[in-house]
């Protein structure tokens, strides 16, 4: 196995970290999320794609029944909270890098803006985006990666190509 194959294999790890090195998540109010907000559940960042809210019950709470997918393993995950309660919303930081060089293990050679290399992350483990960034790469056009953030996990999310070339 390549470092790349063992990182996207041992990828199924939750993360419940709430502070370190910075707020990793802030609250936010159940009753106010909407459909593609953000929020953590069981340890995951999600994007809801779906909210619907129940009536007050007799114990004086509505329900909201939030139906979200993990931002880096699509993954449906489903909670629920009432309305007046917080739920925890993930910091979700994008950050858009130059793809200088990929390595015969998956390993990236990124460069941010400010002409600043990294080397630390690899192709992704969608199948399908690595395929289309190895193959928009090996036919020479001029490709930018966006790497997302949340919870201490950093991933390759989408790329955009430039057709000039």
Not at 55 to 65: D, E, F, Y
Not at 128 to 142: N, R
């Amino acid at each position: 196995y390549s470092f790349c194959t063992l990182l996207v294999m041992s990828g199924d790890e939750t993360f419940e970290s709430k502070q370190v090195g910075g707020n990793l998540t802030f609250p936010t109010q159940a009753g106010a999320l909407k459909k593609g907000d953000h929020l953590v559940i069981n340890g995951h960042p999600c994007r809801v794609i779906e909210i619907t809210v129940s009536k007050t019950g007799k114990h004086g709470h509505a329900k909201a029944s939030i139906t979200a997918i993990d931002i880096f393993t699509k993954q449906k995950l489903e909670d629920q909270a009432p309305t007046s309660h917080n739920v925890e919303a993930p910091v979700i930081k994008s950050v858009s890098y130059s793809l200088m060089d990929i390595a015969s293990d998956g390993m990236l050679t990124l460069m941010d803006d400010e002409n600043n290399t990294r080397e630390d992350l690899c192709l992704p483990p969608d199948e399908e985006l690595a395929a289309q960034i190895k193959e928009s790469f090996d036919s020479g056009k001029e490709i930018q990666v966006i790497a997302v953030s949340a919870l201490g996990k950093e991933q390759i999310l989408s790329l955009k190509a430039d057709n000039t070339r």
